[in-house]
C-alpha cells in the first residue's frame, strides 16, 4: 500500500467509541482519503506484469488444466476480468481508501451475486463466492462489483451514459443501504436478508413486465437445480450402481484418473475427508451427513480463475439409488489480497473461506465446512465444503438490457453493504460515504478506467497466447 494508506490504517477507534465517535472518524476520513480521489487510476510506474502474475499462480496448480484456464481467459474481457483477482488486488493496493476494514468477499465481479438456497429452504439472493476472503479496505469490493458491470457494459454495446447510470445506481445503493444499516441494531443488520419475497418487490419498480417475468423464471429454474438434478445430469449406471459419468477433461472420475493401487490410496483418502471434515459441522448436521455413504469420486474443473486449483465432487447415497447428495471439495489456497492486508488470521485457508462465508452471508450452505489433506505426492492442501448445487441460480449478463443490468447491480449494491455491515463499523463506512453522491460518481470515473486496463491485460494474454508464451486449450465455455 501507499504511504498514507498505511498510516490510516494505522489509526483506530476505541473499541467502546460512541456512535457520534465513529461518525465523527468516518468523517475525518474524508479528509485523509477525499471520496473524490476514488475516480483516478493510473497504473504504478512499478506495475507488476500481469501475466506474471498469472503464470505465478498457476505454478501450484494442476498442470494439464492451466491450459484451460487460460483458454477461458482469452475469450472476452469480461471473462479474463473472472480469472485476474490477483491483478486487480495488486492494483487496489496503491488506491487510495478510507482506513476502516470489513471483510471483503475479494472477488465480488457481478457473477459473484446469485440466487442461492437457505436452511430453512428459502430462495435468498447473496454473495457466493469467498475463495479470496479476507479483512481490507470495503472499498475494493465496490470497486470490483463497478469495474464489473462496466465491463460486461461494454460487452453488451452499452453506451458511455448506459454504463455510468449502472454503476452510480450501484454504488448508491450501496451507499443508501450502509445508511440504513448504520441506523439499525446489531440483531437487526444479521438478521437482514433478501428472499424471494423480498427480491420480487425491490424490482418491482426497476423491471418492466418481461423482466418480471424473467425473474419469475429465473426463481422457478434455480428451486429445481439441486443435487438430484445433478444426480440426473452427471451420473450414469455402473453394473448396477450409480458414478459419476465421464466428461474429460472437464469431469473426470477418479476411475479414469490413476492406477488401480493409486485410486484405491487416494478412495481411502477421500473417505477420511468426508469423515474428518464433518468434525467442522453443528453436531445435527454431522449426524445428517453420517446417514451418506460414499459412492463416487471425481475431479472437476470450474469457474474461470480456479481453473486448476484441486476440485473434488463427491457421489454420495441416502437411503437409495435415489437418494443422491453431491458434495464439492474445492483447494483453497492463501488469498490474493494477503500479500496487501496481511495474513488471515486463520493457518488452515478453508477455515479462513468459511468463516468469510459465514461472516458475509445471511444463511450459509448447511454442509459447509473444511478439511485438510495431504494427497498422494505427499504434499498437505487445504479444501473447503459445500454441496454442488443447492437452489443455485446464476445471472447472466450477456442477456441483460441497461435497466435490467442496472436493476441487478442495485441488488448487488445491497446485498454487499448488507455483507460489509455485519463485519465493518457501518457507522463509520456510512458517515465517509455521507448523503451526496461524490463517491457514487468516482466510481463511476474508476470503473471505466480500470475496464480500460483490463482490456490491455486481456489483449496482452491474447498476445501471449498466440506467440505460444501461455498454453491454451480449445474447451467448451461455462
Known amino acids: 500500500m501507499p504511504e498514507d494508506s498505511t498510516s490510516k490504517t494505522a489509526m ?10 465513529r461518525a465523527a472518524f468516518g468523517k475525518e476520513a474524508r479528509r485523509r482519503s477525499p471520496r473524490s480521489g476514488h475516480a483516478a487510476y493510473q497504473p504504478s510506474s ?9 503464470e505465478e499462480q498457476s505454478a501450484s496448480r494442476v498442470p494439464e488444466l492451466v491450459p484451460i484456464r487460460y483458454s477461458r481467459m482469452t475469450e472476452s474481457p469480461f471473462r479474463f476480468y473472472r480469472g485476474a483477482a490477483a491483478i486487480m488486488a495488486s492494483d487496489l493496493a496503491d488506491s487510495p481508501d478510507s482506513g476502516i476494514r470489513a ?4 472477488d465480488a465481479h457481478m457473477l459473484n451475486f446469485r440466487l442461492l438456497a437457505s436452511p430453512e429452504r428459502d430462495l435468498m439472493f447473496d454473495i457466493n463466492d469467498f475463495d479470496e476472503t479476507l479483512p481490507g479496505p470495503w472499498e475494493w469490493d465496490v470497486k470490483r462489483l463497478s469495474a464489473s458491470l462496466v465491463i460486461a457494459g461494454r460487452a453488451n454495446g452499452f453506451d458511455d451514459a448506459e454504463r455510468a447510470d449502472i454503476v452510480t445506481s ?3 445503493s450501496y451507499r443508501e443501504a450502509m445508511r440504513r444499516f448504520a441506523g439499525m441494531g446489531n440483531l437487526d443488520v444479521w438478521y437482514a436478508k433478501i428472499d424471494a419475497e423480498r427480491l420480487q418487490a425491490l424490482t418491482v419498480d426497476l423491471l418492466h413486465k418481461r423482466g418480471q417475468k424473467q425473474l419469475g423464471r429465473a426463481l422457478a429454474k434455480a428451486r429445481t437445480r439441486d443435487s438430484l438434478q445433478v444426480f440426473d445430469k452427471l451420473s450414469e449406471m455402473v453394473e448396477g450402481r450409480p458414478r459419476i459419468a465421464a466428461d474429460p477433461p472437464l469431469l473426470v472420475p477418479i476411475g479414469d484418473l490413476l492406477p488401480d493401487v493409486e485410486r484405491s490410496a487416494l478412495e481411502r483418502q477421500f473417505q477420511g475427508l468426508v469423515e474428518r471434515y464433518s468434525r467442522t459441522l453443528p453436531s445435527d448436521r454431522r449426524a445428517l451427513l453420517a446417514d451418506y455413504k460414499l459412492a463416487d469420486v471425481a475431479r472437476k474443473v470450474v469457474g474461470v480463475g480456479s481453473v486448476g486449483t484441486r476440485c473434488w465432487i463427491f457421489l454420495l447415497l441416502g437411503q437409495d439409488g435415489r437418494d443422491p447428495l453431491f458434495l464439492q471439495a474445492k483447494e483453497a489456497d492463501t488469498s490474493v489480497l494477503a500479500a496487501h492486508v496481511g495474513a488471515s488470521q486463520y493457518s488452515h485457508q478453508g477455515e479462513r473461506v468459511v468463516s468469510g462465508q459465514r461472516l458475509m452471508q445471511a444463511a450459509s450452505d448447511i454442509f459447509l ?13 487445504d479444501f473447503y465444503v459445500r454441496q454442488l448445487r443447492d437452489w443455485k441460480g446464476v445471472a447472466i449478463a450477456e442477456r441483460m438490457w441497461p435497466t435490467a443490468m442496472q436493476a441487478f447491480g442495485e441488488l448487488c449494491g445491497l446485498t454487499l453493504a448488507r455483507a460489509h455491515a ?6 463509520a463506512i456510512a458517515a ?10 468516482a466510481l463511476a470515473a474508476f470503473a471505466e ?17 498466440s506467440a505460444g508464451r501461455l498454453p491454451a486449450e480449445d474447451l467448451p465455455t461455462t
Open 103 to 106: 471483510q471483503l468477499c475479494g
Open 170 to 172: 450501484t454504488v448508491r
Open 369 to 381: 465446512g473444511w478439511e485438510r489433506v495431504e494427497g498422494i505426492d505427499g504434499k498437505q492442501r
Open 46 to 54: 512499478g506495475r507488476p506484469d500481469p501475466l506474471a502474475i498469472l
Open 449 to 465: 478506467a480500470y475496464a480500460d486496463q483490463n482490456e490491455r491485460d486481456h489483449q496482452a494474454l491474447v498476445d501471449a497466447v
Open 422 to 427: 455485519r463485519s465493518g463499523d457501518r457507522v
Open 432 to 441: 465517509y460515504l455521507g448523503k451526496g453522491d461524490s463517491f457514487d460518481r
Open 12 to 21: 483506530r477507534m476505541a473499541p467502546d467509541a460512541t456512535r457520534e465517535e
